[in-house]
């Protein structure tokens, strides 16, 4: 059974920064392209970063220079860091995980809720 838990989500003030974790169980952790999208109250469903198996990361226009994704293999696990966070990040956070050569996510976690609000 394939799982992908993720952590990390809560209320931040804009400005500050935040670090969603990914763990995933189930699955060959390096075999598979990792990623993260986001949706908001309303809005369709955004993909905002990947990570490739040879650690290549690939970002949102809307998000780059303050999303960075990272994996560490030996722990099943993907990241994504914010900073600095800005109100319109508010969204559910989605973990996934992509075959390579696919266009579209096999598994996705619970999401997590982001919330960024002074």
């Known amino acids: 059974q394939v799982q992908l838990v993720e952590s990390g989500g809560g209320l931040v003030q804009p400005g500050g920064s935040l670090r969603l974790s990914c763990t995933a169980s189930?699955?060959?952790?390096?075999?598979?392209?990792m990623g993260w999208y986001r949706q908001a109250l309303g809005d369709q469903r955004e993909l905002v970063a990947t990570?490739?198996?040879?650690?290549?990361?690939n970002y949102a226009d809307s998000v780059k220079g303050r999303f960075n994704i990272f994996r560490d293999n030996n722990k099943n696990t993907v990241y994504l860091q914010i900073n600095p966070l800005k109100s319109e990040d508010t969204a559910i956070y989605y973990c996934?995980?992509?075959?390579?050569?696919?266009?579209?996510?096999?598994?996705w976690g619970q999401g997590t809720q982001v919330t960024v609000s002074s």
């Open positions: 996934v995980a992509t075959r390579a050569h696919s266009a579209q996510p096999r598994y």
């Open positions: 990570i490739t198996r040879g650690h290549t990361p």
């Open positions: 189930g699955i060959i952790f390096s075999d598979w392209v």
